[in-house]
């Protein structure tokens, strides 16, 4: 979709009246050596055009008298399409079987194993539960040979991969990108109505992303569910991602249709950064924003100083050039420390919606240590090995966020190449009604990178801890 001479990347619609053959989606990344192929797949290329499509939907609106439409929690001006409240029906059913199976009241160091009976609860009902709440056109839409699954198959394997593991007792980034899967394959299998741009996506997001994440909260709260992973997304938060992109969408300058992604400043009256620091802001912001509600959550569930707790999103709360920066940092940071991270990906099983299959337009990746964070099969490429130092950087030293400087930043100790991501060429990606859609360049994070962690994010507390008066805030925080 062009939007007054500005390309919109959209995910594409499949073609009902083509033939398509749908596939039982299994695991394919095995090794972290996989990762890299993965990074220039198809899948990979259509996650991160959904994830652009819905943040740039977020972004408050101009309006024609001047003034702006924000896009705050429970908005009144989104609407619901009957598709998203029956997205919202399904959710509340998930929601019912928490009552069904209360946690076990044994003693326990790590998660509570009801979880367990949880899931099994949800797999066994879950083939009903799609049946009540999608259609039977999506469901049944049949593969091109004879025998073959059905669109069901693909779309149950994402939704029950979206609520953690019953195994493993934990959630993480992984499940969350899972259930992004799961509302990208509605989407391309048409599930949701084709309307203006941006009106759909901020009722899916709205609608039914931040309710699915106020449920993982409660999930996590109940079944005490460990972080999927050492820490979460190495240093950011133990489970989620997403609403940090959205929420800092929300709170970005507004734009038009004409307008390129802003990637500095923010909306009038937006909280500042530093707020996150503030328990009582974020308490009131909470209610209207998916990044306060984020921060919100850490609050509930830790104690002690939020720059010991959650450094790096301390770290990011000293940016001073507005929530437009922390959303450009954001959406570089999912590439490289979600989408690029093999115990991250690793799980995530492939099918026809979301395919392995290389995309013909890929740039391929160079090894990083992104993509070496794993089970190895093969050498590693000389260059591809962990910092060559654990020391961490002294009282004085700088500890933003590597991106939070005009100039790309990172820490000294790690390799790293640039190479543009394989979505990033401008060409046709899908289309909306009958136009081709064009990729918007303008805020396409790049490719596989080095860690956009903070570099003390590693050792515990900030570098300034080391001081005997505590705390401070790196200088450009001030």
């Not at 439409?69 to 429970?74: D, K, N």
């Not at 999930?219 to 609403?243: C, M, N, Q, R």
Request: aromatic letters at 10%; proline letters at 11%; charged letters at 20%.
């Amino acid at each position: 979709m062009s939007a007054g001479g500005v390309p919109v990347r959209v995910l594409a619609v499949l073609d009902p009246s083509a033939p398509h053959e749908f596939v039982e989606p299994t695991k394919r990344i095995n090794e972290s050596q996989d990762v890299p192929a993965f990074l220039t797949s198809k899948a990979y290329s259509d996650i991160m055009t959904f994830v652009l499509q819905l943040n740039r939907a977020m972004f408050p609106t101009k309006l024609p008298d001047g003034s702006m439409q924000s896009w705050p929690l429970e908005s009144e001006a989104v609407q619901f399409s009957a598709p998203i409240r029956q997205l919202q029906v399904l959710l509340s059913k998930v929601e019912d079987i928490v009552q069904e199976v209360p946690p076990d009241s044994g003693p326990r160091r790590f998660g509570n194993i009801s979880f367990r009976k949880w899931h099994e609860v949800l797999a066994s009902r879950a083939p009903a539960m799609l049946r009540e709440c999608l259609s039977a056109e999506l469901l049944d839409r049949p593969s091109s040979s004879a025998g073959g699954v059905t669109a069901e198959a693909e779309l149950e394997a994402y939704f029950l991969g979206s609520w953690g593991s019953g195994q493993r007792l934990d959630y993480g980034t992984g499940h969350e990108l899972s259930f992004l899967a799961f509302l990208g394959a509605i989407w391309k299998l048409n599930g949701f109505p084709q309307s203006e741009f941006g009106v759909e996506e901020r009722a899916l997001v709205l609608g039914v992303i931040e309710p699915y994440l106020e449920l993982i909260r409660l999930l996590i709260k109940t079944y005490t569910l460990e972080p999927a992973g050492s820490h979460g997304v190495w240093g950011l938060d133990d489970h989620s991602f997403v609403p940090y992109i959205f929420g800092s969408a929300q709170l970005s300058p507004a734009i038009d249709y004409t307008d390129l992604t802003p990637e500095e400043g923010s909306a009038p009256g937006a909280p500042d950064p530093s707020h996150v620091v503030k328990p009582a802001i974020v308490e009131r912001e909470r209610r209207l924003n998916l990044y306060f509600s984020a921060i919100g959550f850490i609050y509930d569930v830790k104690k002690g100083p939020f720059w010991e707790h959650s450094p790096m999103l301390y770290d990011i709360s000293g940016i001073r050039a507005g929530w437009g920066k922390i959303n450009k940092g954001m959406l570089k940071m999912y590439n490289a420390e979600v989408l690029s991270k093999f115990p991250v990906v690793q799980h995530f099983p492939f099918g026809s919606l979301f395919s392995f299959d290389r995309d013909p337009s890929a740039v391929a990746p160079p090894t990083t240590v992104h993509t070496t964070s794993g089970p190895q099969g093969r050498p590693v490429a000389p260059d591809a090995g962990p910092p060559t130092t654990s020391a961490r950087p002294s009282a004085d030293a700088s500890t933003r966020a590597p991106w939070a400087n005009a100039e790309s930043h990172t820490p000294s100790t790690l390799p790293m190449r640039s190479t543009a991501a394989p979505w990033a060429a401008a060409r046709s990606t899908g289309v909306l009604g009958n136009k081709p859609v064009l990729p918007d360049t303008s805020r396409l994070p790049p490719g596989p990178m080095a860690p956009t962690r903070a570099p003390w994010a590693n050792a515990g507390n900030p570098p300034s801890a080391q001081n005997q008066d505590g705390p401070t805030r790196a200088p450009w925080a001030k």
